[in-house]
Each structure stands twice: as C-alpha cells, then as structure tokens.
C-alpha cells in the first residue's frame, strides 16, 4: 500500500480530541507555487491549496496567528489549540501568493528571511542544484565524490529527479565544501548561468512586515549551523538579525535554525541575542513546558492535504494537523 493510500486509511480511524493541555501548532511552509507549477525541487504547496488550508481552518476556528502570538498565548493558556503559521526562507512568493490569501482569511504568519542572500542577490544552495540539472548541457554524466560515482540521467524530469535526490545529501556539509561540490557540478554539466535569485527583494519584502505579520531572522546564508564555529554561528544569527533590523526597520525576536540544524552553540547565541522564540524542523506540537527556543512544527505540504482523487480532503488535513501519523513516520515521542 502506497503512503498515502496507507494515511488515508489511518485518517479514517483518526478522531480529533481536544487536548488535556494547552497545545500549540506551529505549520511550516516554505514557497506557495502558482497551480500547475511542478519544478523538481519542490518545496512548498500549490496556491489552490493552501486556499484551501486557510478556508479549513478559518472554519474551525484555528485561523493561524503568528508564533509571537501562539508563543504569548500558550503562557497564559491551560487548555485549547491555537495554530501558527510559518513560512521560511524568504521566497518571492510568500509576498505575492501568501500575503494575499492571508490576508482574505483574516490570518497571520511569521516570515523567516535569509537576510544575507536576499541582500546579495544569492539563490539558496538548492536552488542552484536545481538549476544545474535543469540546465545541464551534458545529458549523462557520473559525479565522482569522496570515492563514490553517482550516474546522472538527465534527460528525463524523472531522472533530473533521482539525480537531485541523490545528491542532496552531499550539499549537507560546510559552507566552503558545498560550494566547492556545487562549482565542480557545474563545469561536469556545462551549465553555463547561474540560478536566479528567487527570494523577495528588500522593497518587497517590507509588505511582509505589515498588517499584523511578524519577520524573523533565518541566517545570513543559510548554513548548517552545527557545522560552523561559534564565532561564525554568532556572525550567522546576529548578521541577518542586524541586516532585517536596518533594511526593514523592525529587530527581529523570532528565528529559524536553516534545515532544522542546531546545537548547544546555536541555542546559547539565540539567547544571547534575547531572541523571543525559535522554531526546528522537529515534528510535534508544543504544550505549556515547550522550550521557546526549540518549538516543533508539522509540514502541511500538498502531499498531506490531498485524498487519494488528489482532491483537498479537510479529514487528511486535520489529521496531519494533529499528528495522527507521526507515529507512522518513526517520530521520537514529543517531550
Ligand atoms: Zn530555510
């Protein structure tokens, strides 16, 4: 049975239960893709339907608020459920598709920005993966790393696919490495431009700030924090804290750990620089005892909210909201 035939079933059997305590949700997007966009990489959800979440949970009563807002909340609160709303990174989209929808649903979110490569122009590291298999010149080819030959089959979008899922893992290193690996990508395909830059610009990025929204700070270039100094950690989180506060006029106390990455370096920084709250990429939700600067999240991406039709189904949505497959996925059990 498929996963997602296999969580249909489960949401069946799912029924919603109101929590003994009080529970904070906090949804993680990334990019909101104009219907019928379908890039290899993709990370985010159509615009249809994240319509659609917004409807759902405007109608139960869970219109998403900010994690400064869910944050506040979940301190005074002793029981109900208040959902959150993120999105990270700092694409273009979240200013032209998310903003207004949130907008007509009387919702709010937190928008994490990547200040350093929005200010230098700079397409995240998976982005540029991306394009290099989009654009390669070079049909078939073998990567050669640390020992191993990865085959590149290029030609088909299933294959470009396979090769980016391959090879992403490779780019989770240091900052110097990955650009050493993306740089020999390039001259092995023949690429010959460079990704462009799809976060917001500055200007744009100022709508976000708006109409009741909170900007967070996502790092300056997007790193695995864990895998830099703490000299350079610091540099990361307070550089991209520093350069919204100066190009938006407004500081920061919300951030991201880029990919979920963090360490005991990360969190004494976050705190340090008295950041309120910061979110991981671990599932869960968060009752009264959640660390504010270690708050879970659950991806609400298309794939969770589609039926078997690949229709919009309320009853998958609700359940993904609830967890009721984190213990299918293997999640560690939320403390
Ligand atoms: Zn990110």
């Not at 391959?166 to 780019?171: Q, V």
């Not at 990955?178 to 799809?198: G, M």
């Amino acid at each position: 049975m498929s996963g997602r035939a296999l969580r249909w079933m489960m949401s069946l059997a799912h029924r919603t239960s109101q929590p003994k305590t009080a529970s904070l949700i906090i949804v993680r997007h990334h990019r909101v893709y104009a219907d019928g966009e379908s890039p290899i990489y993709r990370l985010g959800v159509g615009e249809r339907v994240f319509a659609a979440q917004l409807e759902l949970l405007g109608a139960v009563g869970l219109a998403p608020i900010t994690v400064a807002e869910g944050v506040r909340w979940l301190s005074g609160a002793r029981s109900g459920r208040r959902v959150a709303m993120t999105f990270d990174d700092g694409y273009r989209d979240n200013v032209t598709r998310a903003l207004p929808l949130l907008e007509r649903h009387g919702a709010r979110a937190t928008f994490y920005l990547t200040a350093g490569l929005i200010e230098e122009r700079t397409a995240p590291w998976w982005d540029q993966l991306a394009w290099r298999l989009e654009r390669a010149e070079v049909r078939k080819a073998t990567f050669e790393i640390e020992g191993r030959r990865i085959r590149l089959e290029l030609e088909e979008p299933a294959g470009r696919s396979r090769a980016l899922v391959a090879l992403e893992p490779l780019m989770r290193v240091t900052p110097e490495l990955r650009q050493r690996r993306l740089e020999s990508l390039r001259d092995l395909l023949h690429v010959r431009t460079e990704a462009p830059c799809e976060l917001a610009t500055w200007e744009e990025a100022r709508a976000l700030g708006g109409g009741g929204m909170e900007i967070g700070a996502h790092t300056l270039t997007h790193p695995h924090l864990s895998l830099l100094t703490p000299e350079r950690q610091h540099a990361e989180i307070a550089g991209s804290i520093e350069l919204i506060e100066r190009r938006l006029g407004t500081r920061p106390r919300a951030f991201a750990y880029p990919g979920g990455d963090y360490d005991a370096t990360s969190l004494a920084v976050a705190a340090r620089l008295e950041l309120e709250h910061a979110v991981t990429t671990r599932r869960g939700d968060n009752g009264p005892d959640a660390r504010p600067l270690e708050l879970r999240r659950r991806a609400l991406s298309d794939g969770a909210c589609l039926g078997p039709t690949g229709a919009f189904s309320r009853r998958l949505t609700l359940a993904e909201l609830d967890g009721a497959f984190d213990r299918a996925r293997g999640v560690e059990a939320a403390s």
